[in-house]
């Protein structure tokens, strides 16, 4: 393996990764707290810590949507909708990320990622389909969208609620990817562990 071939595989972002040694008091206290944590500071943090404030934001938004006290749909349907999207948008990293946290979800591993990689071959509840089916138009045609669609997913049982939390995890996620993706933010190995439960 040439040394470029080498540095590219170890690269983690375009824009390089924040100096540890001169973080922000709130971004240094972010990453004593993955400290101990298995793989401590994920890769996506070290990214998006070369801008302090890009994370800031970013963070916040991510432990809305991702803190299970908070909103109304399961965390498993998050976390579908996530790899879901993600898989769409192309983004390995967010792809590989919440796979892992569906599967840690359902307990199968490999129901996870046929979920993320193809949902439309997997047995899915009806709730579930329209999710996903939504989701899908969310990400790929948002133009397109008619009360249908969002008459599908009452007919599944959701809420009007939790359809708006729906078409907030699907949108935060098209966003999410075109941040990640142009930065080539590379999966973290703590990532590859789920494919082996």
Known sequence: MTETAVRAT???????????????PRVEALYKAFADAPGGVPNWIKALAV???VLRRFLGYYEALFTPSN???????????????????????CTMHHTGGMAGHLGSS??????AHNYREVELSDRERAICDFSVKV???????HDSDFEELRTAGLTDE?????????????????????LAILPDSALYDFQRS
């Open 162 to 182: 939790e359809i708006f939390e729906v078409l907030e995890v699907a949108a935060f996620f098209s966003f999410s990817n075109r941040l990640a993706t142009p």
């Open 110 to 115: 490999q129901r996870a990622q046929r979920i």
């Open 71 to 93: 909103g109304t749909i399961p965390m498993l349907e998050r976390e579908m909708i996530a790899a879901v999207v993600s898989n769409i948008n192309g983004c390995t990293y």
């Open 10 to 24: 170890e690269r983690i972002s375009r824009l390089g990764i924040a100096d540890e040694d001169n973080l922000p």
């Open 51 to 53: 801008h302090p404030d």
């Open 139 to 145: 990400t790929e045609a948002p133009d397109r969208m």
